[in-house]
């Protein structure tokens, strides 16, 4: 799982440098960035610390679960 992960943040982090390289203006990359592209990538890194994390021995699943009876309360 976290072998795709790795791939699928390779892959994303690739078509941004050719997305940077490739136009004819250079304007800052986070203003031509797809935003699509900018959403795939924050998601891709975030799964890919909750997935890292247990391995510190942090479980942010746990953390969640206790968190969720403490918002049905309010």
Excluded: D, E
Aim: avoid cysteine; hydrophobic fraction near 60%; charged fraction near 10%.
């Amino acid at each position: 799982m976290i072998r795709l992960l790795v791939i699928s943040i390779l892959i994303t982090l690739f078509i941004w440098i050719f997305n940077n390289y490739s136009s004819k203006n250079k304007i800052p990359l986070s203003h031509k960035l797809n935003s699509v592209l900018k959403v795939i990538f924050i998601v891709l890194v975030s799964i890919g610390i909750i997935l890292i994390l247990p391995r510190f021995g942090f479980n942010p699943l746990a953390l969640v679960q206790k968190f969720l009876p403490l918002i049905g309360m309010l």
